[in-house]
Structures are given as structure tokens and as C-alpha cells.
């Protein structure tokens, strides 16, 4: 009978829930720290994804001037990018300019007060 009773009793039953209400805010307090930490990994993982995606331009850009520059260190790649650049040619070179052909110009529209007269005109 007296367990009966010390299960009844107020008090102990308000300790117990006050000990459940702070087990739960304790237990939503981690839940909350650990899903901040989720995102900051989230967000870390894309940052990743986009800093490796600049390195290898960087590094594509890299490999493209280390070879101009190594064109460059020659007689005949000095020679190629200053015709590729300026235009220039060597004495007794002769240069070839394409024209493109002129286009026909275009016959203006009539307007349909024009089309009317045309058809009654002899």
C-alpha cells in the first residue's frame, strides 16, 4: 500500500515531469546543434566543389601560359604570334585580302497601295 501511495504521490509525479519537460529541451537544444553543424558541412562540401572546380581552371590556364611561354623562348614562335597578332609579313611576302562579295541590296517592299495601282496600271 505504501508503494501505491509514493506512486501517487503530487509531488513525485510533478519532479518526474519537470525532469521529462527538461530531458526533452535538453534533447531539442542537440538536435538543433547538431543540424547547424549538417548545414555548415552542406555549405562547406559545395564550397569545395567550387573551389577544386577553380583550381582546375587555374590549373588549365596555367599548363596553356607555361606553353605560349615556352613558344615564346623560340625564334619561330616569337615569329607566329607577331603574324598572328599584327598581321605582318616578311620582305617579299605578298599579302592575300579576301573580300567578302558585296551583297545585292534589297528590293524595298511595295505597300499595298502600290500593289493595287500595279494591278490596274497598263
Known amino acids: 500500500m ?3 501511495e509514493q ?3 503530487p509531488m513525485r509525479l510533478l519532479w518526474k515531469r519537470l525532469s521529462m519537460a527538461v530531458l526533452l529541451l535538453l534533447v ?3 538536435v538543433r546543434g547538431v543540424w547547424k553543424v549538417y548545414q555548415k558541412a552542406q555549405e562547406s562540401r559545395e564550397l569545395r566543389i567550387e573551389a577544386e572546380a577553380r583550381l582546375n ?3 588549365q590556364r596555367e599548363a596553356e601560359l ?3 611561354i615556352a613558344a615564346l623562348k623560340s625564334d619561330r614562335g616569337i ?5 598572328e597578332r599584327y598581321d605582318l609579313a616578311h620582305e617579299n611576302e605578298g ?9 545585292p541590296p534589297q528590293e524595298p517592299r511595295s505597300t ?3 500593289r493595287f495601282k500595279n494591278m490596274f496600271s497598263w
Open 95 to 103: 599579302v592575300i585580302v579576301i573580300v567578302e562579295p558585296p551583297t
Open 66 to 68: 607555361r606553353a605560349d
Open 79 to 83: 615569329e607566329e604570334k607577331l603574324r
Open 112 to 114: 499595298p497601295f502600290q
Open 2 to 4: 505504501y508503494r501505491f
Open 28 to 30: 531539442a537544444l542537440g
Open 57 to 59: 581552371d587555374l590549373q
Open 7 to 9: 506512486r501517487r504521490d
